[in-house]
Each structure stands twice: as C-alpha cells, then as structure tokens.
C-alpha cells in the first residue's frame, strides 16, 4: 500500500532552520509531483511548497526566500529545508504525493518559539 513518511519535525527557536524529510513507498515517485502543506490550530490545511515531477517548483508567499523544497527520486523522499523560522510557521506539516491519486502522510510536527 502507499505510505508517506514524514520526519524531522520538533521544536526550534525563531530564526533557526529544520529539514523535513518524507520517505515514499507503494507509488511510482518520479512521476508524481510532492508537496508539503501545513495545519495550524484553528486554521485550514494550507500549502506550503510543491515540486512537479521535472523538478519545478512553488511555494506559498509566506514562505519564499525562507524554504525550499527538493526531491530525490532515487531514495523515493522529498525535502522541505525551513530557514529562518518564524513563530506563525509553528503547525503540522503533512506530505502530499499526487499523480492521478493523492496521498497523505500522517504529518510531522513543527514548533517555532519566540
């Protein structure tokens, strides 16, 4: 079965970076674009970044210039390399793999103090 596998999320203080990871398993990787999105409480499942099967890429206003997203096809993973992390970047962060089905991964929490 398909399964995405988040990892690298904790807790950071403001100004401080993490990476992402997302592992993938049961899909043909290379050919379907990944994303990350992110929940905050209260708030709505946004996205945060994508990159298409060629390569291209993405990302959501609040986050350029901050994060960039990467994959590697031969270990089946995305990356999402967060710099200069901000209180208001303090969510769950969730894996997306779509093609001509979209999948989720159980999500990786992130934690940005002041």
């Known amino acids: 079965q398909v399964q995405l596998v988040e990892s690298g999320g904790g807790l950071v203080q403001a100004g401080g970076s993490l990476r992402l990871s997302c592992a993938a398993s049961?899909?043909?990787?290379?050919?379907?674009?990944m994303a990350w999105y992110r929940q905050a409480p209260g708030k709505q499942r946004e996205l945060v970044a994508i990159i298409s099967s060629g390569g291209s890429t993405n990302y959501a206003d609040s986050v350029k210039g901050r994060f960039t997203i990467s994959r590697d096809n031969a270990k089946n993973t995305v990356y999402l390399q967060m710099n200069s992390l901000k209180p208001e970047d303090t969510a769950v962060y969730y894996c997306n793999a779509r093609s001509r089905y979209v999948y989720w991964g159980q999500g990786t929490q992130v934690t940005v103090s002041p």
């Open positions: 049961g899909i043909t990787f290379s050919t379907n674009a």
